[in-house]
């Protein structure tokens, strides 16, 4: 009786934690290539609420994003494999972004405005939001160490996922495993 009861415990704080519609196991099966360094949690992490600043240096927080899936990268204007990520991601955020799903972009640590407005020019991309950690603080509360770092964040507001390094975001692979979770 007593694991029953603790069976049932389980899956109901497990159904709080992730949407019920994703389908970690199945995704976490899905790696291949790159996605294989996409590491997921035995247990998810609450993503903190810090703000950090728009490209116009209005605060926002993660809650702007409440009730979507997010893939938040976090790079750097002088990071070589963000250089070679951020289309990808873009590309990403052209196929499946929208109501459910959003690519969420943040430079974090020294970054100048003008500087990441060329960055995004030289690369082509128009897509993705230029979002400002100067003082790397959402990047020290989310426990961020080297660029690039991407993590998998759900509807709830909890981080599932993480990916150290650069990855094909646009492969057909990390799509799939984006579905899955989202549902889609």
């Excluded at 899936?69 to 070589?80: E, H, K, P």
């Excluded at 974090?108 to 950690?133: H, Q, S």
């Excluded at 975001?169 to 899955?180: C, G, P, R, V």
Aim: glycine share 8%; net charge negative.
């Amino acid at each position: 009786m007593k694991h029953w009861t603790l069976a049932v415990v389980y899956t109901a704080l497990t159904a709080l934690a992730i949407p019920a519609h994703a389908d970690v196991g199945t995704a976490k099966a899905l790696r291949d290539g790159d996605m294989r360094k996409l590491q997921f949690h035995a247990s998810t992490r609450t993503v903190p609420d810090t703000e950090f600043m728009t490209f116009t240096g209005a605060p926002i927080t993660l809650d702007a994003y409440a009730g979507k899936w997010v893939l938040l990268n976090f790079w750097a204007t002088w990071c070589a494999p963000c250089r070679k990520e951020m289309p990808m991601l873009a590309d990403l955020q052209t196929e499946l972004g929208g109501d459910t799903f959003e690519v969420v972009t943040v430079a974090t640590g020294r970054n100048p405005p003008p500087a990441m407005e060329a960055f995004f020019d030289k690369i082509g991309v128009t897509n993705l939001p230029l979002y400002r950690d100067p003082k790397q603080k959402l990047a020290r509360d989310m426990g961020i160490l080297g660029l690039p770092i991407t993590v998998v964040i759900d509807p709830k507001g909890h981080e599932i996922a993480r990916l150290r390094g650069d990855a094909d975001w646009s492969s057909d692979n990390a799509k799939d495993i984006l579905q899955t979770l989202i549902g889609d």
